[in-house]
Every structure is written in C-alpha cells, then in structure tokens.
C-alpha cells in the first residue's frame, strides 16, 4: 500500500510557473513508476508526465512536452512537477499516482491539487 500526497498547486497567470510535489508513505517507492495526472472540467483524468522507479525514463504528453518536468527524489519518497510556461488550458486538479504495471493508470492515488491559470 502507498499512501501519496499532494501539494503545491494554486492560482497563477499564464505564462508563470508552479512545482508540484507528491510525498509518499509506504514500502518501496523506488520499485513503482510515478505518474502525474490531470483532469479539467468536464473532461477525463488524463496521463500527462511519469517517470521510471529510478528516475532515468521519462515520458511526456505531448500538450505539456517542453514546458513540464518530472522528477523524483527517492531517497525523500518525493515525485515532483516543474510546470512553466503555463496556459490556461492547464487549469485542472492534477493527481500524483503510483502507476500499475502497464505504467499508464494508476494504482495508488493522491487526493489532488488545483492549479489554475488565468489569462
């Protein structure tokens, strides 16, 4: 089991600047790949950026490419979201998870943070 919480989002203007980040409690961090979703209104929970248990693989949405990075820290069971150049299309709760073994949907799942991004 891996409990996963989020933190940092809030309100930013387009073209700013947030990271995120995704503490977890658990057993094995390093052996899951990480993964941060988001999900606007109206619209489903999508992958945007994960990142393999031990950090050398990264994949990226192409929406976000270039603008997002994912990152971890496994010695402090951290996975992080470096998000510049934002858009408003980026308003969305976004939700760290721990990946299953297809790496594409989560297993474990944070609560989720808001970003928002005014033009």
């Known amino acids: 089991q891996v409990q996963l919480v989020e933190s940092g989002g809030g309100n930013v203007q387009a073209g700013g600047s947030l990271r995120l980040s995704c503490v977890a409690s658990?057993?094995?961090?390093?052996?899951?790949?990480m993964g941060w979703f988001r999900q606007a209104p109206g619209k489903e929970r999508e992958l945007e950026a994960a990142?393999?248990?031990?950090?050398?693989?990264?994949y990226y949405d192409n929406s976000v490419k270039g603008r997002f990075t994912i990152s971890r820290d496994n010695a402090k069971h951290t996975v992080y979201l470096q998000m510049d150049s934002l858009k408003p299309e980026d308003t969305a709760v976004y939700y760290c998870?721990?990946?299953?073994?297809?790496?594409?949907?989560?297993?474990?799942w944070g609560q989720g943070t808001q970003v928002t991004v005014s033009s």
């Open positions: 658990g057993h094995a961090f390093s052996s899951y790949h």
């Open positions: 990142i393999s248990g031990g950090g050398g693989s990264q």
């Open positions: 998870a721990a990946l299953d073994e297809s790496a594409t949907e989560g297993r474990y």
